[in-house]
């Protein structure tokens, strides 16, 4: 059976249309927009923050006391970790050098737990209330005596404000104080 050279051309006609019909039929006709990603805050949880809190002040800890124990250790590994006025005034402290004395021994405390939490995407401001523990901590003469006074109280409830430093994009301690609540350390 022979086609025309007509109908031939029509059939390829209503192939390709049917063709044509079919592909855009699959396609979307408005392009959906890309999600713009939101963003969130610093931390994922009160517990991130409080972790990273933790960690800053072990740091703090580390560096205070090792320099309180040497004369010969600089403050700077205190610089990073701190804002520079808490840094200033931690630095100007004079006290233990004043009476030729030093510190032996290593702190520890425990018990740590957000007080309060403010923060979005690109700040963080934090209160955190521990136990400092001195407990192993001594305060010596030039002539290497203990000196600590014998009254003194080894474990003491402590709070640490902590903001978010953008340029290092790590959290520092703007300050640390006594607790000013009820002593959650002895109980």
Known sequence: MR????????????CVGALSLSATACAPTDAKPTPTPTKTAIFASEDEALQAAVDVYQQYNAAFFEMTSDEDISSDKLKPILSEPFFKELTSDTYLDDKNQYT???????????????????????????????????????????????????????????????????????DEGSW????????
């Open 180 to 187: 000013q609540g009820d002593d959650f350390c002895t109980s």
């Open 104 to 174: 032996k021994g290593i702190p520890s405390f425990n018990s740590a737990s957000v007080v309060s939490l403010d923060q979005d995407d690109d700040s963080v401001k934090m209160r955190i209330k521990l136990c400092q523990d001195v407990t192993n901590v001594q305060i010596m003469d030039e002539n290497g005596n203990d000196v600590t006074p014998s009254d003194r109280t080894d474990v003491f409830p402590v709070e640490i404000a902590l903001s978010w430093e953008t340029k290092s994009e790590q959290l520092i301690i703007e």
């Open 3 to 14: 086609f025309s050279r007509m109908w031939r051309a029509m059939v390829a006609l209503v």
